[in-house]
């Protein structure tokens, strides 16, 4: 998504230059070869003027545009992430404290060590989640899991699967499913699934008995970011044949089996945060993994909050350049217009007809930039929502809330830039207005 990101930001600027330069010069020519349309009095000195004034300064006009939209992205992505600073940390860590084991493990001990450390707090875990999970991705080609090394791969094809026993299905669910041999139960998150079959590798494929509603909400990240696949199989014995042939596919270096626990507290966040010391130390022998939510808030706010300060204070340099190449434009077009006004009003043309030509081609020009970055924005919003999910912001409706506002404030901003920029305009024009 990113590399994607990089290569549309460069062809959307050469395309924006391209249309302000080229584009707008060829749509003159095509209304001035329309006679029933140029041939009029206030179509004759718009677009013939137009035609003028887009030749001559496009690529200012186009420098306008793309430096808006720079603005726009950048001030409303880094806003998404800083207010919805929340929501992403509560989608990162669903539960006040979690424990994850990667190694070896003896589940029963785990859990009694967790809860030896709670009680001496004299607190109870609250909202309990624990899990026996193993984890996979690769590329879903029709009804088959395919290992892949190669990292050019299209997006859409990759998959995550989520593999539980069928013991912690049930227990999970609340059901008493069974399966015989080389059968198997789906959960679909994202998209759809069709077929009765489901390959894993070089693998026998599996036979769906039946597709199941989501049973867990882990806040796995992985769910955000590609197509994810809940996978009840048997016992833990085809669990552990699953882990090995993916860690056999990517020669070691793949994801191994793993129990999860995840509970809440009645406590403030300095209690919180002694727990988690407490069993990070308890546990570290066992291969754990201790965090929770409190300890990393202060590192979700300082990273979302630095990126909003540079989000400002490169938009900030940005929104200076827009009005300088604007405040520019306005004196240099003065110069040379001041004596075609005049000419103008020479050839028959009273002041009122040629105040209001300039009035609609200057608002004309300068508000086209701020029309083409909204439509940029526009066209830059499913990317843009991908790479904020990568942050763990799936809140769609906070990202459009928060573009909205901030192409409104940037729209007022700009007409007051407009307004105080072209009176230096209507200062060297003169009575020709």
Same mark, same amino acid.
């Given at each position: 998504?990113f590399?994607?990101f990089f290569?549309a930001?460069?062809?959307?600027?050469?395309?924006?230059?391209?249309?302000?330069i080229?584009?707008?010069?060829a749509l003159?020519?095509?209304l001035?070869?329309?006679?029933?349309?140029y041939?009029?009095?206030?179509?004759f000195i718009?677009?013939?003027?137009?035609?003028?004034?887009?030749?001559?300064?496009?690529?200012?006009?186009?420098?306008?545009?793309?430096?808006?939209?720079m603005?726009?992205?950048?001030?409303?992505?880094t806003?998404?992430?800083?207010?919805?600073?929340?929501?992403s940390?509560?989608?990162?860590?669903?539960?006040?404290?979690?424990v994850t084991?990667?190694?070896?493990?003896?589940?029963?001990?785990?859990?009694?060590?967790? +809860?030896?450390?709670?009680?001496?707090?004299?607190?109870?875990?609250?909202?309990e989640?624990?899990?026996?999970t193993?984890?996979i991705?690769?590329?879903?080609n029709?009804?088959?899991?395919?290992?892949?090394?190669?990292s050019?791969?299209?997006?859409?094809?990759?998959a995550?699967?989520k593999?539980?026993?069928?013991?912690?299905?049930?227990?999970?669910?609340?059901?008493?499913e069974?399966?015989?041999?080389g059968e #198997?139960?789906?959960?679909?998150?994202?998209?759809?699934?069709?077929?009765?079959?489901?390959?894993?590798?070089?693998?026998?494929?599996?036979?769906?008995?039946?597709?199941?509603?989501?049973?867990?909400?882990?806040?796995?990240?992985?769910a955000?970011?590609?197509?994810?696949?809940?996978?009840? #199989?048997?016992?833990?014995?085809?669990?552990?044949e699953?882990?090995?042939?993916?860690?056999?596919?990517?020669?070691?270096?793949?994801?191994?089996?793993?129990?999860?626990?995840?509970?809440?507290?009645? +406590?403030?966040?300095?209690?919180?945060?002694?727990?988690?010391?407490?069993?990070q130390?308890?546990?570290?022998e066992?291969?754990?993994?201790?965090?929770s939510?409190?300890?990393?808030r202060?590192?979700?706010?300082?990273l979302?909050?630095?990126?909003l300060?540079?989000?400002?204070?490169?938009?900030?340099?940005?929104?200076?350049?827009?009005?300088?190449?604007?405040?520019y434009?306005?004196?240099?077009?003065?110069?040379?217009?001041?004596?075609?006004?005049?000419?103008?009003?020479?050839?028959?043309?009273?002041n009122?007809?040629?105040?209001k030509?300039?009035?609609s081609?200057?608002?004309?020009?300068?508000?086209l930039?701020?029309i083409?970055?909204?439509?940029?924005? +526009?066209?830059?919003?499913?990317l843009?929502?991908?790479?904020?999910?990568m942050?763990?912001?799936?809140d769609?409706?906070?990202?459009?809330?928060?573009?909205?506002?901030?192409?409104?404030?940037?729209?007022?901003?700009?007409?007051?830039v407009?307004?105080i920029?072209?009176?230096?305009?209507?200062?060297i #024009?003169?009575?020709?207005?």
């Amino acid at each position: 998504a990113f590399s994607m990101f990089f290569l549309a930001v460069v062809l959307v600027i050469l395309a924006t230059y391209l249309l302000f330069i080229c584009g707008s010069v060829a749509l003159c020519k095509l209304l001035q070869k329309n006679k029933r349309y140029y041939y009029q009095l206030q179509h004759f000195i718009s677009v013939s003027s137009m035609r003028y004034r887009m030749k001559r300064n496009g690529s200012s006009l186009a420098s306008i545009c793309v430096l808006s939209t720079m603005v726009l992205v950048m001030i409303s992505s880094t806003l998404c992430l800083y207010l919805g600073s929340e929501d992403s940390l509560y989608q990162r860590y669903p539960r006040d404290i979690f424990v994850t084991a990667y190694s070896d493990f003896d589940e029963q001990a785990l859990e009694e060590k967790i +809860a030896e450390v709670v009680s001496r707090y004299s607190l109870q875990e609250k909202n309990e989640i624990h899990e026996t999970t193993l984890q996979i991705s690769g590329v879903l080609n029709g009804n088959r899991l395919q290992f892949e090394q190669d990292s050019l791969v299209d997006y859409d094809d990759i998959a995550t699967v989520k593999i539980f026993t069928l013991e912690e299905y049930n227990r999970l669910a609340g059901t008493s499913e069974t399966l015989q041999d080389g059968e #198997v139960l789906l959960s679909v998150i994202d998209g759809s699934y069709s077929g009765d079959t489901i390959q894993i590798g070089t693998m026998q494929p599996f036979q769906i008995q039946k597709q199941v509603p989501q049973f867990v909400d882990d806040g796995d990240a992985f769910a955000n970011v590609s197509r994810m696949l809940y996978l009840i #199989v048997p016992d833990m014995a085809m669990m552990q044949e699953l882990n090995e042939r993916q860690a056999e596919a990517y020669n070691g270096y793949a994801s191994v089996i793993q129990f999860y626990k995840g509970f809440d507290l009645d +406590a403030d966040a300095d209690t919180q945060l002694a727990i988690q010391a407490a069993l990070q130390q308890q546990l570290s022998e066992e291969g754990c993994v201790c965090e929770s939510r409190e300890d990393g808030r202060s590192s979700f706010y300082a990273l979302y909050g630095g990126l909003l300060f540079l989000g400002i204070l490169l938009s900030v340099v940005f929104l200076f350049g827009t009005v300088l190449i604007m405040y520019y434009k306005q004196i240099s077009e003065g110069y040379d217009d001041k004596a075609r006004y005049e000419i103008m009003e020479k050839v028959g043309m009273s002041n009122d007809e040629v105040k209001k030509s300039i009035t609609s081609q200057v608002r004309m020009v300068f508000f086209l930039p701020i029309i083409l970055a909204a439509c940029h924005l +526009a066209a830059a919003f499913p990317l843009l929502r991908r790479l904020l999910v990568m942050f763990n912001l799936t809140d769609i409706k906070l990202i459009a809330i928060c573009m909205s506002a901030t192409f409104l404030v940037f729209v007022a901003i700009y007409y007051i830039v407009f307004k105080i920029t072209s009176r230096a305009y209507y200062r060297i #024009v003169g009575n020709q207005i």
